[in-house]
């Protein structure tokens, strides 16, 4: 898809016809660029270059007429909403004693206590912001990830989960009864899972790719106790297009949604599913992350509610530049969800079990 023009102008409370592209909200911080966990490893992929790639892409394009926000840190006690208090204190005293490793794949250095707090802040104030009706979708471009990182564990680059606690500020803050958190990044995102993993209220839906970091996310792990049936785990092999991708978001997530009826859509968006992306081998193209954003879009126009992105994974930057561009630009109102069939084997055997709980 050629991404064409796009309207800027400021965000607005006025109807938009469908398909009229508009502005959301953008939130960042100069502080996510100072987590560089290269000072530890040298050829780690999460770099600061990633958001400059994005912003640099986005300032071309005028900020596709989004308002651009900075994203303010959070207080510690918000992050108790997801996280024990010992995990908080062990991450914040690793970083002021001048960072270190927390397990062979994540490090922190003295800066990354503070990003994490602005990643983690921007999350929930996009939140709050969506809420109080100042914007339809908003965007976090904020690092550290959080979907890797568990109530009591720091994993996978992420030291906060920057989305469940978004979706907590929803549900604890703001009175929210029902929050859709859809992940499509192409790691498996067990924190978000763990977090709400025995809750009704929290559907926690997302398309991985299998055999590869962290492991979790097995397509019979439906959610415990009073979740069940409220995790929705699928995961697809390597090499899968955006169709497969496309398909289970049409034919099992956005119905399972529409049978939850979620207040709030948050998308854990990863990028890293691009063909170009060094950590896995799925072929999608950054059009393909503007399809699937046309489709979440849709769902939430469909029950006029506002729909927020945070960025997770995502590591060939200029690639993830274009992808995020995409994206926003989807997400704002341009392009329309395009159907595709139903994939004949992933699709049915998804719905043998999420089929369950949910009428597909
Ligand atoms: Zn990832």
Redesign the pocket.
Known sequence: MALGPVQSGPVSDQPNPPGTPRGGLYLSHPACLEHDPRAQMPLHPDTPERLLAIERRLSERQWLGWERREAPATEESQLELVHSRRHVEAIRELCMAGGGAVDPDTFVGEASFRAALHAAGGACEMTRALLAGEAHTGFCAVRPAGHHAEPDRAMGFCLFNNVALAAETAIRELGVERVLVFDW???HGNGTVEAFRDRPDVLVAGIHQSGIFPGTGSISDVGSGPGLGHTINLPVPAGSEEDLWISLLEHIVLPAAGAFQPQLVLVSA?F?AHRADP?AGCLLASTSFARMACQVREFAEGLDIPVGAVL??GYEPEALAESVEATLAALGGEGEAESVAPDALLTSRAASHIGRYWPL
């Open positions: 990044d192409v790691h990863g890293d950590l997770e994974g």
